[in-house]
C-alpha cells in the first residue's frame, strides 16, 4: 500500500479542530505572557504585607462576611451551626468551621 | 505507519466526512455541548483563579494574629497583652491592629476603616490624612487630593483629604480599606488608648510558627490563635465548598445533555442508516463501523471540551467573568473589580475533561453499538 | 465528604466503571458458559454480535481507570493544602485509613486494565474472535477488583474531612522506623541506583531481544517472558530508588524521600515525567509477556507476534525514557549522595 491519501472532503473539520487547537494553545500562551501580572500580584503582597491584611474583600454586603479568617464583634451566631441567613453570600459562605472554639465535633460541612 | 495506525487514520477521515455531511443536524447539538462546557469550565477556572490569588496573596499575611475572647465574643486586646508576647523570642513585628466597620450610609456599603501598621513609612498618615481602596473611591466620587466626608454611628464627624487611592490591581484585598491615621481612628470610635482590635505577629523562622502560637496562648489564655495556615484553610475551604456546590449543580445540566446525546445517537436519520449499511455490505465489520463512530464522538466531545474551554477562558480572564460575579457579589454595593490573573491548572482541565467527555462518550456507545450491529440488508431495506 | 470537582469527577468515575463492569461480567458469565463458535445458533450470533459492545464499553471503562488513577494522585497532591500537617499527597491519603488501600487499589486497577487493553487490542485484529473466551475470563478476574476499587475510593472520599490532623510524608518515609515505607527509605542511595540500573540494562536487553523480528519464535517467546518479568523488577527497583534516592536529589535534601514530593508543581512536576514512563513501560512489557503465554492462534499468527514484538520495544523506550530522566535529576542536582 502506497501513504494514504491526503483528507480530502473532511478537510474543513480538521480545519475548524485545528482552529480550536489554536484557540488553545493561545490561550496557553496568553496565560504564559499575562502582561503585568507578575508585577501585579507582587504589588498586591506588598500591600497586604504593609498592611498586615488577613482577608479578601470578595464579601462585603454583610460585616461578618468581610473578614473570614477573623472573629469579631459582628458575626451573627460565629458559633453557630448555620446562620439564619439573610444574605446572598452567606449561601455561598459556610460557616467558619476551622477553629476549636467553634467546636464542630462531626467536622462535617466544608 | 504501522496497519492499525493507517487504518484508524482512514477511520478518522471517514468520520470526519460523515460529520461534516450530517453537520447540520448536529450542530445544535453540538452547541448545547460547548454551552454546557462553557459554565462548568467557567465555574472551575474561575474557582481555580481565585484560589491561587487568595493563596498567593496570604502568603504575605501575618503569621499569627491573636484576637481576644470573653464570653465566646471578640473582645479589644490591650497594650499589656501585647507586652506580655513580646516575650516571646523568635515573634518578629508585633503589634496590636487597629481596624473596624463602618456602614456608610451614603454609599450604602461596609467600608473598613484600619489604621496602617507603623513598619512601613509609605503609609504613615497625619490627622486628617487617609488612603482610601479602589471601592471606596468608585463609590464616594473621590479621588487622590479631595476630601472625604465619613459619619460614625455616634454621630462623629471625619474630614479626610486623600492621600492616594490604592492601586486597582490591588483591589481584592484592599477595595473596601479606608486608612487613618491612629488619633484619627481613636477618636472616630472613641476608642481609649491602649485597645487594640487584635494583636498581629510575624515569625522569623516559618518553621517555629506552630510552636509561637502554642507559647502565645499560653502568655495569652484568653485569646484565640488564627494562624496564617488558618487563614489559607477557611479561603481554601470557601471556594472549593462553592465551586463543588455549582458544579454538583451543574452535574444535573451534565446528566440532561448526556440523555440528550444518547437520545440523538440513538435516532439516526434514514441517510445515515442506509451509509452504514452500505459500508457493511462491502466489508466494513462492526468493529470499523463502531471505531468510526467512536471517532466521530471523540471529534466531537473533543471539539466542543476545546470551544467551550477557549470560551470560558476569555470570558473569565478577559472580561472578568461578568456571568459568575453577581454569584458572589450577592448585594455587595462595593464590589471589588477583580482582576485575577490568568492560570490554567492541569487539574483543573482534567478534572473539567472527566466531567465533560467521560460522560458523552458513555451516553453514545450503546447507541452506536446498536447502529454498528444491524444487519445491512435490514437497514438497506 | 469534601465537595471538590475533581473528586466529584473520581466518584463519578469509579460509579460509571463500577456499574459497567459488573454488567459486563454478567455478559461474560453467561458468554463463557454458552460461546460456541462452530455454533450458528441464534444464541451464538447474538453473543457474538453483543461482544463488540461489552469489548467497546470495557476498552472504555479501562482506559478511564488509567485516566482516573493520575487523576487521583494529581487531585491528592492538590488537597493537601486543606489538611492540618499535610505537604503532599501523602498527608491526604493518610488522612483517612482508606487512603493508601484506594491508591494501591487504582494502581492494581491500572496494570488490571492495561493488561485488558492490550488483550482486547490483539482480539479485535483476528476475525474469528480468537481471544474473546481469554478476554472474558481476564474480565471475570478484574471484576472483583473493579468492586473493591470503586468501594475503597467511595469510602475514601466519604471518610475525607476538612481540618483533618493528618502525618507529613516525612513521619512515613524515614528510615529508622518500621514499615515497607521505611524499609524503602533505609535503602543505601549508591546500591538503589544500582539496582534499578541493573534492572534497567536487564529490561532492555530482554526488551530489545523480544522486539526484533529475526529471532527464531522460541527464543523471542522466552525473551518475551524474561522482559516481562523484568518489567515487573525494574517497577519495584524504581520504587526503592525514587524512595531512597531519586527523590534526594530532587529535593536537594540528604533527609527527604518523599515519593510524592515529587509530584508537586515547585519540583515542576517531575514526578509525572518518572512516573507515567515507568508505570507505561511496565504495563507494556507486562502485556507483551502475557500475549506470549497464550497458545497461538490461527487467525493471529502474523498479527500477534508483530503486536507483542511492538509492546516490547514500546516498553524499551519508555524505561528508556525513565532512565534519562532519572540520570537527567541526578546530573542536575546539587546534592552529592555517592562518592563526593
Known sequence: MTAPAPFRASTPVFRIAGGLVAAAIAALVHVAIAPGEAARLEGERALVEALDLTDLALFTEARYGRHRSQADLHSAFQDGPMLAEHFPAGSMVPPARGFPPAGFADGEGE | ?381 | MILHPPILALVLASLIGCGLIAWASLFAWRLLARWDLASGAESQIALERRTYLVSTVMAFVMAMQIGALVLFVFNADRMAAMFVGAMCAVGTLNASVYGFPALYAKMAMFFAASLWLVADHVDGRGRDYPLTRFKYRLLLAIAPLALVEAGLSLAYFLDLKADTLTSCCGSLFTPNKDGIAAEMASFDAASALGLIAAALLLAGGTGLAAGSGRLPTGVLRVASLAHGAASLFVFGAALIAIVSALSLYVYEHPHHHCPFCILKREYGYVGFALYLPLFAGTALGAGGAMLRTLPLPASLNVALPSIAGGLARASVAAFALFAAVAAAIVWRSGLILIGG
Open chain 2, 1 to 381: 505507519m504501522g496497519a492499525w495506525a493507517t487504518r484508524q487514520r482512514y477511520l478518522i477521515d471517514f468520520a470526519a466526512l460523515s460529520l461534516w455531511r450530517h453537520g447540520a443536524r448536529s450542530l445544535g447539538l453540538w452547541l448545547i455541548y460547548v454551552l454546557v462546557v462553557f459554565v462548568v469550565a467557567s465555574v472551575i477556572l474561575y474557582g481555580a483563579a481565585i484560589r491561587r490569588e487568595a493563596n498567593a496573596v496570604l502568603d504575605a499575611a501575618p503569621d499569627v494574629v491573636a484576637q481576644a475572647m470573653r464570653m465566646g465574643r471578640h473582645e479589644m486586646s490591650t497594650g499589656a497583652d501585647i507586652e506580655k508576647l513580646r516575650g516571646l523570642r523568635g515573634a518578629d513585628r508585633l503589634e496590636g491592629r487597629l481596624w473596624g466597620y463602618l456602614y456608610d450610609t451614603s454609599a450604602a456599603a461596609n467600608f473598613t476603616l484600619q489604621v496602617p501598621s507603623g513598619f512601613d513609612p509609605r503609609f504613615r498618615l497625619e490627622r486628617g490624612e487617609a488612603i482610601i481602596g479602589e471601592g471606596v473611591a468608585r463609590l464616594r466620587k473621590v479621588e487622590a487630593g479631595k476630601m472625604l466626608f465619613l459619619i460614625s454611628p455616634a454621630r462623629r464627624f471625619l474630614k479626610l483629604k486623600v492621600k492616594q487611592v490604592l492601586p486597582l490591581g490591588s483591589a481584592l484585598v484592599s477595595s473596601d480599606l479606608v486608612l487613618v491615621g491612629e488619633a484619627d481612628f481613636r477618636a472616630f470610635f472613641d476608642l481609649p488608648a491602649g485597645q487594640y482590635t487584635d494583636i498581629a505577629m510575624r515569625v522569623r523562622n516559618p518553621a517555629e510558627v506552630g510552636k509561637i502560637a502554642e507559647k502565645s496562648l499560653l502568655a495569652l489564655p484568653g485569646h484565640r490563635m488564627v494562624t496564617r495556615a488558618d487563614m489559607r484553610r477557611t479561603y481554601e475551604a470557601i471556594f472549593s465548598w462553592r465551586e463543588g456546590v455549582l458544579v454538583a449543580l451543574l452535574s444535573g445540566a451534565l446528566l440532561a445533555f448526556a440523555i440528550l446525546a444518547f437520545d440523538k445517537a440513538a435516532g439516526l436519520s434514514a441517510g445515515e442508516r442506509r451509509e452504514i449499511g452500505i459500508l457493511k455490505a462491502i466489508g466494513w465489520d462492526t468493529g470499523d463501523v463502531i471505531g468510526m463512530k467512536l471517532w466521530e464522538g471523540a471529534v466531537v466531545s473533543v471539539g466542543a471540551f476545546l470551544a467551550g474551554t477557549v470560551a470560558a477562558y476569555a470570558h473569565v480572564f478577559l472580561f472578568s467573568a461578568p456571568l459568575i460575579e453577581p454569584v458572589i457579589k450577592g448585594w455587595s454595593t462595593l464590589f471589588p473589580r477583580v482582576t485575577l490573573t490568568p492560570t490554567v491548572d492541569a487539574l483543573q482541565v482534567a478534572t473539567l475533561g472527566f466531567f465533560t467527555v467521560v460522560p458523552y462518550l458513555a451516553a453514545i456507545l450503546v447507541p452506536i453499538w446498536r447502529t454498528a450491529s444491524a444487519d445491512p440488508d435490514r437497514v438497506m431495506r
